[in-house]
């Protein structure tokens, strides 16, 4: 089993979540976090630690985000490992509540 980024990340990258993973799972892309299913060890340390909740087990993630399972391991082989937490955007607070955000979604 492993951990997904979902949906509710998108523009919002808070970070909290680097952190404390311990094996450095995480990815980061121009607005988005995700975490590399083959690195995962399912800790479970990562998830209480997302102000959005955006991240879900994989046998957990809600319905309409199981999209993000693939696009998690996609961008995971693309983007570079993120293992410190750094500044969230500037208007991450004015992005938590919105839905829908995967068309914002920078590759």
């Known amino acids: 089993m ?3 980024v979902t949906e509710a990340c998108i523009k919002c ?4 979540c680097v952190e404390v993973c311990p094996v450095d799972c ?3 892309g121009p607005n988005f976090l995700v975490i590399d299913p083959e690195e995962c060890i399912d800790c479970t340390l990562c998830e209480p630690e997302c102000p959005v909740d ?3 087990s994989e046998e957990e993630v809600p319905a309409g985000q199981e999209p ?3 696009l998690n391991a996609e961008l995971a ?3 570079p490992v993120i293992t410190h937490r750094k500044e969230p955007p500037a208007d991450a607070d004015a992005w938590k509540d919105v839905k829908e955000k995967l068309p914002l979604l920078e590759r």
């Open 77 to 79: 082989r693309e983007w």
């Open 68 to 70: 993000f399972l693939a």
């Open 54 to 56: 955006a991240i879900f």
């Open 13 to 16: 990258k808070y970070l909290d």
């Open 26 to 28: 995480f990815h980061e």
């Open 2 to 4: 492993t951990f997904v």
